[in-house]
């Protein structure tokens, strides 16, 4: 079973600053990872898939990178809206999929 | 547009089960993946196992193997998980949901909150 470690656990960052978030998975991946952002109360948002591909709506200053076991998100200037926790998924075996623990983002 | 709809609440004692459906509605039932995942209080996201109903074969996480069977109407497009031998760690929100595939949307259900207590 892929085993997905994502650090840190929580993460102090000022509005406006970049974020970086990170994610490594026990086996190589290729492209297959997808991170999500949730919200108190509400169900997850799908982000990005293909490790760097943004869903549906989702605004340019979210991005992702990474190939392997190595993946990267990056929130470039952030808005207040954007502080939650983030959670890397990843579907390789699809239709079997893992979450990491998650990164909360807070405000500093 | 796929739609998601779970069944209420559920309040069980430890050592039973519960068994929580997934109506959905849109899209292509029967060719799609279904996936449960839990999450309990203040906790992270955990995959639990998915169906794709016309193959009718669960795919299970590890953690849940020997506990959780998936299983899937086809006549009503409806999904169940039933989770026996319960815990009081049990006691968390679950979730169907039809998961992206590396692109084709990612719908989730409004969530089933299960408690466990004696």
């Known amino acids: 079973e892929i085993v997905m470690t994502q650090s840190p656990a929580t993460l102090s960052v000022s509005p406006g600053e970049r974020a970086t978030l990170s994610c490594r998975a026990s086996?190589?991946?290729?492209?297959?990872l997808a991170w999500y952002q949730q919200k108190p109360g509400r169900t997850p948002r799908l982000l990005i898939y293909?490790?760097?591909t943004r869903a549906t709506g989702i605004p340019a200053r979210f991005s992702g990178s990474g190939s392997g076991t190595e993946f990267t998100l990056t929130i470039s200037s952030l808005q207040s809206e954007d502080f939650a926790i983030y959670y890397c998924?990843?579907?390789?075996?699809?239709?079997?999929?893992?979450f990491g623990q998650g990164t909360k983002l807070e405000i500093k | 547009q796929v739609q998601l709809v779970q069944s209420g609440a559920e309040v069980r004692k430890p050592g039973s089960s519960v068994k929580v459906s997934c109506k959905v509605s849109?899209?292509?039932?029967?060719?799609?993946?279904i996936s449960w995942v839990r999450q309990a209080p203040g906790q992270g996201l955990e995959w639990m196992g998915s169906?794709?109903?016309?193959?009718?074969?669960?795919n299970y996480a590890q953690n849940f193997q020997d506990r959780v069977t998936i299983t899937a109407d086809e006549s009503t497009s409806t999904a169940y998980m039933e989770l026996t031998i319960l815990k009081s760690e049990d006691t968390a929100v679950y979730y169907c949901?039809?998961?992206?595939?590396?692109?084709?949307?990612?719908?989730w259900g409004q969530g089933t909150l299960v408690v466990v207590s004696s």
């Open positions: 293909h490790a760097s």
């Open positions: 849109g899209g292509t039932f029967s060719s799609s993946a």
């Open positions: 086996q190589s991946l290729s492209t297959n």
């Open positions: 949901a039809r998961l992206h595939n590396g692109g084709g949307g990612d719908f």
């Open positions: 998924q990843q579907y390789h075996n699809w239709p079997l999929y893992t």
């Open positions: 169906l794709i109903p016309m193959f009718a074969k669960g």
